[in-house]
T-cell receptor, first 112, second 112 residues
């Protein structure tokens, strides 16, 4: 595996479900990011981790809960989501905090 | 608050034409600027990164310039090909806060 991988690629869940998105980077980077991409809107930065420490929470609702157990792995735990949370969720990593970013393929989330 | 604008929102050109995509930003105190392409339903592919101390970067048929004083960056694509059809995004990266602000993108269609 190379680059940034994300699983699952597609996810359909009900509003009462709990699910998790996984991101793994094989680039030896120290910073990881979660973004949300909704139709007709620019990418929205959700969370930033630098050396496993969360440095940014961009006013994201608590129904989204990030976890970064080490510099290579990033999770986004989801619970009691709303239909408007349906979007493409993208993970990225960079060598240094705020540096050149490399993205994964994304998880297409649909909330019913 | 950093705002990033990309003009035009959509562009259609015949194959072989040279073209310029524009990106403007409101806060010139940036760390670097990154250009990406995104194919429908996919993640972002990094094209070029320009650090704030640089004025341009080149990769193959692509050339990106940066003018911090005017708050502008341009992506020049030479001899366009149908495979260049995608959405092109610029992102302004701020190291101090680890924040990245994306534009809405320019959707490019290159007709054979």
């Amino acid at each position: 595996e190379t680059g940034v991988t994300q699983t699952p690629r597609h996810l359909v869940m009900g509003m009462t479900n709990k699910k998790s998105l996984k991101c793994e980077q094989h680039l030896g980077h120290n910073a990881m990011y979660w973004y949300k991409q909704s139709a007709k809107k620019p990418l929205e930065l959700m969370f930033v981790y630098n050396f496993k420490e969360q440095t940014e929470n961009n006013s994201v609702p608590s129904r989204f809960s990030p976890e970064c157990p080490n510099s290579s792995h990033l999770f986004l735990h989801l619970h009691t989501l709303q239909p408007e949370d349906s979007a493409l969720y993208l993970c990225a990593s960079s060598q240094v905090f705020g540096g050149e970013q490399f993205f994964g393929p994304g998880t297409r989330l649909t909330v019913l | 608050k950093q705002e990033v604008t990309q003009i035009p929102a959509a562009l259609s050109v015949p194959e072989g034409e040279n073209l310029v995509l524009n990106c403007s930003f409101t806060d010139s105190a940036i760390y670097n600027l990154q250009w990406f392409r995104q194919d429908p339903g996919k993640g972002l592919t990094s094209l070029l990164l320009i650090q704030s101390s640089q004025r341009e970067q080149t990769s193959g048929r692509l050339n990106a310039s940066l003018d911090k004083s005017s708050g502008r960056s341009t992506l020049y694509i030479a001899a366009s090909q149908p495979g260049d059809s995608a959405t092109y995004l610029c992102a302004v990266l701020n190291t101090n806060a680890g924040k990245s602000t994306f534009g809405d993108g320019t959707t490019l269609t290159v007709k054979p």
